[in-house]
């Protein structure tokens, strides 16, 4: 297929804000090992969005939990000419058969938060082992560096596994907090949630907080924790910052805080990336990350208004010093 060639400045490199050349022949398959995951579905609904205000004839792909047919499909969309294939949230590692192909097929594999792997264009996405970090330590700081800690991941995605690296590096030096480690399923994971939670609760009502890996498990846990009649002594932290999260954390739920991801920007920037290296920039490191920031009572943005990622705190003492 023939690709548009026009050199771009940085910033349109990277879908900063100048205006990307449209090329009516391009085609890209987008896939998602779970598209119906509220933050998978944002960013592969972006992504399509921004490739297709650039003229690209778009199709998306949802495994609906099975990696076979998500790889199946990516596979696919190489054996039809396509030109570019995007990765939402499906591990890379497990995707390396499909990397290699792209690569012998000479076209840009780009994700995000799928991981580093051999042969990928980029992943975008967060440092999620920091992201760890700083939900742990405002956990910390409210425990008062005791109690009992229900942590809820799951550890294939290597984002998640990333952020829970963040989470034992934190606790090292709190001998005092116990934690008691779930791994969920996934697919089903909301509903995997709120069953492990409550049976926990049942036998641990010393429970003084859960951490969850990302924000689908918020929802489940809270109202687990609400049915066990506990929402005034046990509290909730995560990561992502998905709409439903956000809203929570405006309300009466025991949700404390998430470390949110600009997650619209995030399918644009990877539709970017993939612009860029058709015209042969691609960038220079494969892990490129993006500003997250801390949502808290404090900090949450009124209802109706989305996160201010231009201008908002990462830290909870910032909130403080205004």
């Not at 972006?46 to 047919?69: I, K």
């Not at 840009?108 to 700083?134: E, K």
């Amino acid at each position: 297929m023939t690709l548009a060639r026009n050199m771009l400045g940085a910033a349109a490199a990277l879908g900063l804000g100048a205006t990307a050349a449209h090329a009516q022949d391009i085609q890209v398959g987008i896939v998602a090992v779970n598209y119906n995951s509220p933050s998978i579905n944002i960013m592969a609904t972006t992504a399509e969005a921004a490739a297709e205000a650039r003229g690209w004839e778009v199709e998306v792909f949802d495994g609906q939990g099975d990696q076979v047919a998500t790889n199946n499909a990516a596979n696919n969309y190489i054996d039809r000419g396509f030109d570019a294939i995007i990765n939402i949230a499906s591990p890379n590692p497990q995707m390396t058969g499909v990397i290699e192909r792209a690569n012998e097929a000479g076209i840009p594999f780009v994700s995000t938060f799928s991981g580093l792997a051999p042969g990928i264009t980029a992943d975008i996405g967060s440092n999620n082992t920091a992201d760890g970090v700083i939900a742990t330590t405002e956990m910390v700081g409210r425990l008062e560096g005791q109690g009992k800690v229900v942590k809820l991941n799951w550890n294939v995605l290597p984002a998640l596994r990333e952020r829970d690296h963040g989470f034992h590096a934190t606790l090292e030096d709190y001998p005092d907090i116990e934690v008691i480690e779930i791994e969920v399923k996934v697919p089903g994971q909301v509903d995997d949630t709120y069953n492990q939670l409550t049976n926990i609760l049942l036998s641990n009502p010393d429970v003084s907080a859960v951490w969850t890996g990302w924000d689908e498990l918020v929802a489940p846990a809270a109202r687990a924790i609400e049915q066990a009649g506990l929402e005034d002594d046990v509290f909730i932290v995560s990561m992502d910052g998905n709409p439903e999260a956000i809203d929570l954390i405006r309300g009466d739920a025991p949700v404390a805080l998430t470390v949110a991801y600009d997650i619209d920007r995030m399918g644009e920037v990877a539709v970017g990336v993939v612009e860029a290296a058709l015209n042969g920039n691609p960038p220079a490191s494969k892990l490129l990350t993006l500003k997250p920031c801390l949502i808290t009572d404090a900090t949450v943005p009124p209802k109706g208004e989305p996160v201010n990622f231009a201008d908002c705190l990462l830290f909870s003492g910032e909130a403080l010093a205004q």
